[in-house]
């Protein structure tokens, strides 16, 4: 397998634009979290969804923040308008059944100007 | 609330030296899973070792090995033998094994080794 996959692996955009990242999770994996991880806050989870239901969503950090799981192949994490504290290095993981090994993507790396 | 800290923001040792990352954490959970990540500079997070609170027996993975006390709620992470690609931040994580299906993560140590 080729793991999680997560992109773009870098993003620069102007503030007020919009933000997607992608996620691909490991085929067969029924768990997907979104981490955000900063210097200040280090690893924050965002959301997780378990066979594409949204499960937890409370560290979602407002409104500007939306993600979707479509498919159990696919998920974004949007952020409208963006802003320069979203500047963060973005994880996706999935993972089989509960508490099992967690895999992480390489994260995407979003830069607000 | 579950929470995970990590006391030791930074550490460095020569290389093939053993080292100790600290790691305690706050449940009232009575079953769980806590890991150590390892993240080098290419930002990969690396699973490191695994440990369920329902074994008493320390998790071990080559020069990685853990002491988990459940009472003191203390888990930490020994590398012998350290090399320099040892090098990274490690992060002490937990979940439960019921109930919400996430990880908390501590804020990190980084560990250097020098050569």
């Known amino acids: 397998d080729a793991g999680v996959i997560q992109s773009p692996r870098h993003e620069v955009t102007e503030m007020g634009q919009e933000v997607t990242l992608r996620c691909k999770p490991i085929s067969g994996h029924d768990y997907l979290f979104w981490y955000r991880q900063t210097m200040m806050r280090g690893l924050e989870l965002l959301i997780y969804?378990?066979?594409?239901?949204?499960?937890?969503d409370s560290g979602m950090p407002e409104d500007r923040f939306s993600a979707k799981m479509p498919n159990a192949s696919f998920s974004t994490l949007k952020i409208q308008p963006s802003e320069p504290r979203d500047s963060a290095v973005y994880f996706c993981a999935s993972s089989l059944g509960q508490g099992l090994v967690y895999t992480f993507g390489s994260g995407t790396r979003l830069t607000v100007v | 609330a579950q929470t995970v800290t990590q006391s030791q923001p930074e550490m460095s040792v020569q290389e093939a030296e053993t080292v100790t990352l600290s790691c305690t954490y706050d449940t009232s959970e009575n079953n769980y899973y806590l890991f150590w990540y390892k993240q080098p500079p290419s930002r990969q997070m690396i699973l490191v070792i695994r440990?369920?609170?329902?074994?008493?027996q320390n998790a071990t993975e080559n020069r990685f090995s853990v002491n988990f006390q459940k009472a003191a709620k203390s888990f930490s992470l020994k590398i012998s033998d350290s090399q320099l690609g040892d090098t990274a931040m490690y992060f002490c994580a937990f979940t439960p094994i019921q109930g919400a299906q996430k990880l908390v993560f501590g804020q990190g140590t980084r560990l250097t080794i020098n050569p």
């Open positions: 969804f378990n066979n594409n239901v949204p499960i937890d």
């Open positions: 440990q369920e609170a329902y074994k008493q």
